[in-house]
């Protein structure tokens, strides 16, 4: 079994920066897909960021490209998320989701095998 946990998020004045992490456990982590998603209050749980398993391609949702990057050290077995520029609309729990080798529709959460417990990320304004 792989097991995400996620580290980083706290409170943050809007325009400040954070940077979450992920840390996966399991014999074999390179091969994963991962992605970060995001829960609002009240909300369903939105897609935020992917990156491929071999590390090359990388994708956005619209409300965070330009201001958000995602990366991975798969010789630490971690994926981060660098956020800038944040905004009080970016509050929401953070999670870590993971899933075994490619993955097509990378904005569908339903097609990640394995989750984290998610970090509460505050944007003040």
């Known amino acids: 079994q792989v097991q995400l946990v996620e580290s980083g998020g706290g409170l943050v004045q809007a325009g400040g920066s954070l940077r979450l992490s992920c840390a996966a456990s399991?014999?074999?982590?390179?091969?994963?897909?991962m992605g970060w998603f995001r829960q609002a209050p009240g909300k369903e749980r939105e897609f935020v960021a992917h990156i491929s398993w071999t590390g090359f391609i990388t994708y956005y949702a619209d409300s965070v490209k330009g201001r958000f990057t995602i990366s991975r050290d798969n010789a630490k077995n971690t994926v981060d998320l660098q956020m800038n520029s944040l905004r009080p609309e970016d509050t929401a729990v953070y999670y870590c989701a993971a899933r075994f080798g490619t993955i097509t529709t990378y904005s569908n959460r339903y097609e990640y095998t394995y989750w984290g417990q998610g970090t509460q990320v505050t944007v003040s304004s």
């Open positions: 399991g014999r074999t982590f390179s091969n994963y897909a």
